[in-house]
């Protein structure tokens, strides 16, 4: 899986809240409506600076708080491709794999706002254009792979029927 | 070598023995979703191309977020669940009944030893009552409702060892909120907490409630304590169900391990808009309130009720704040009508609302105007949260609460306990 595009930095301990506001998301299933309201309490512009293919960049602890996974899928409706943090809440990382939404893990202190990046998940590799360095990213478990490979948990269950790792 | 509470109840549950950092594939016990998740999961349940959930009993759905629903689109979202529970022969929760971690416990679906989700993420309550139990998105309640199985990294635990006296006035909420300030937001991040020690012993059932509630707010996956007499009593008024409880090896190895004396802890207050920017009542007293919650699944049970009920009897609240207060549940709302703490509450001049979430998730029922500060037993404080991320929300003991309402600003409870 190659991806492209440009960044959207944001801090430490962005919640679900933030990602997605509560007095949004109990409204509706249209994951495209969601979309707009994106990020909209951190930057109420976001979703209409985002271009596709681009990404959202973390620092500590990205995706803390609830279970809500119109989290990841407004993200991905954002047309974001995929979420870099220096560490993520558990829930939320379990769901960017469960909806399709590849999650990297490495520090991000070398990227800016802006900045251009370069991802080859199979091979593990960040590449900073912008910089011009490469950055180390954290490989996911096997699990995880197999997941965000086939498309996602429900694709995994319509192949398989269970859960099927082998 | 020993084994954790954690790797106990994940071996048994995968029938393979195992440590943290294994991987496995283990057996649900119970299985609950919420209307703020529950219809994206049944989405994704029929996208599976599923048609039966693997054993009804083990499922339930609650309606308590939005309950009764506030907006059409809502109710829409309500009645899909309603329907799916209907084909499926699930365990069900209409408004009014409460909020889902009250009544998993309360209505006796989880007992000790269990492996239990939720598609929430303060599922971790259960942990007080010696149940692996943690939050999890729609997609994996879903195979989970399909497989009755899921899979887990088995975590590393984070011990809390609690030692001395609470002193009056201080409750099981500062004690946790003192915690997460001190560990911090990410201080557990893929970790199982373990509270033990005395001050955990000498707490009621409920009051441990509060504590393994908030075991996410420092990132933790499960919030878990051991069994003891008290825990086989509750459970035992609860539930019918078979119990396996499951304390730890002591020569058990943990990631970390903290000591703390609770002897000197003073009411602890977190303020905007982070659950760990923590500090002690007397740094923050005086601030201004315009309203105040009572309830939520953080601090919504009989025991926060009598605790608030004692400061507010015969008195009034200021008059420039408004104070709701949200049972949460229908039981504890006949029990507090029993006890006469709702006179007390409305009397005093509470609005007192459905037991659910309320307030607690902005998406109903009381949210603030711009400007203005909250004071809230819930247990996030996020910007937003209430529903206006131009208001300020501030999170303590229903004490501390039922203190700061009467003031119309943040209050030492003790003024009015001791
Ligand atoms: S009371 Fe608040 S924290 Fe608890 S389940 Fe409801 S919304 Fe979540």
């Known amino acids: 899986m190659d991806l492209k595009g440009k960044v959207h930095k944001f801090g430490d301990d962005v919640n679900t809240d ?6 949004h998301k109990f409204k509706t299933l249209d994951m495209k409506e969601l979309a707009k309201y994106v990020m909209e309490d951190l930057d109420p512009d976001f979703y209409s600076k985002v271009e596709k293919g681009d990404f959202i960049v973390g620092g500590r602890n990205f995706g803390c708080g609830s279970s809500r996974e119109q989290a990841p899928l407004a993200i ?20 960017c794999i469960n909806t399709g939404l590849p999650v990297i893990e490495c520090d991000t202190d070398q990227i800016d706002e802006g900045d251009e990046l370069e991802i080859n998940l199979g091979a593990g590799v960040l590449h900073n254009r912008t910089k011009n360095i490469d950055i180390k990213i954290a490989p996911l478990p096997g699990v995880m792979l197999k997941i965000l490979s086939e498309g996602g948990l429900v694709e995994h269950f319509k192949k398989h029927g269970t859960f099927n790792f082998d | 070598m020993g084994k954790t509470i954690a790797e106990k109840i994940l071996s048994r549950k995968s029938g393979q023995d195992v440590r943290s950092g294994d991987i496995v594939i283990a057996d649900l016990d119970f299985i609950m979703g919420q209307d703020g998740t529950s219809p994206l999961a049944i989405k994704a349940f029929s996208e599976m191309q599923a048609t039966k959930v693997f054993d009804p009993s083990r499922v339930a759905m609650v309606i308590d977020h939005s309950a009764p629903s506030p907006l ?56 007080a009552i010696n149940v692996f139990s943690t939050g999890v998105g729609s997609t994996d309640l879903a195979a989970g409702l399909i497989a009755g199985k899921l899979w887990f990294k088995v975590p590393e635990t984070f011990k809390f060892i609690l030692n001395g006296t609470l002193p009056a006035g201080v409750f099981s909420k500062d004690l946790i909120l003192y915690l997460i300030g001190d560990v911090t937001a990410d201080g557990a991040t893929y970790m199982a907490a373990e509270y033990v020690g005395e001050a955990i012993e000498a707490l009621s059932i409920e009051g441990r409630f509060t504590i393994s509630n908030m075991a996410i707010e420092m990132g933790a996956k499960c919030g878990l304590m051991q069994a ?9 008024v609860h539930s019918q169900k078979e119990t396996h409880i499951t304390n730890p090896d002591p020569d058990a190895v943990y990631a970390k391990v903290k000591e703390y004396d609770v002897s000197n802890l003073e009411p602890q207050v977190a303020r905007p808009h982070t659950v760990d920017n923590v500090a002690p009542i007397s740094q923050v007293a ?29 008195r009034k609240i200021n008059k420039d704040t408004r ?34 979430c309320g307030p ?15 004071i809230s037993t819930a247990n996030r404080n996020f910007k937003g949260r209430m529903g206006n991320n131009r208001a300020f929300v501030y999170l303590g003991s229903p004490a501390t609460v039922a203190a700061s309402v009467l003031q119309g600003k943040i209050t030492d409870p003790r003024e009015y306990l001791l």
């Open chain 1, 18 to 23: 933030y990602i997605i506001s509560g007095r």
């Open chain 1, 76 to 95: 991905i409706n954002a047309d974001i491709s995929a979420v870099i943090a220096k560490s993520f809440a558990r829930i939320f990382y379990r769901n």
């Open chain 2, 72 to 127: 059409e689109g809502v109710s829409e979202l309500h009645q899909q669940m309603r329907v799916f529970a209907g084909e499926q022969g699930i365990n069900f929760y209409d408004i009014g009944d409460g909020v889902c971690h009250q009544l998993m416990p309360e209505q006796g679906h989880v007992v000790p030893g269990d492996l239990v989700i939720g598609a929430d993420s303060h599922t971790c309550t259960y942990g």
């Open chain 2, 228 to 236: 003891d007499q008290k825990t086989v009593e509750w459970v035992k």
């Open chain 2, 286 to 314: 005086g601030t201004p309130v315009q309203q105040g919650v009572i309830g939520t699944c953080t601090n919504g049970r009989i025991e926060d009720l009598r605790n608030a009920a004692r400061i507010l009897k015969g």
């Open chain 2, 323 to 356: 104070l709701i207060v949200a049972p949460a549940s229908r039981q504890i709302m006949l029990q507090a009508m029993r006890e006469g703490l709702l006179q007390i509450f409305v009397e005093a001049g509470a609005a007192v609302v459905t037991p659910g």
């Open chain 2, 360 to 374: 607690c998730v902005g998406t109903h029922n009381g949210v603030p105007s711009d400007g203005e500060n909250v």
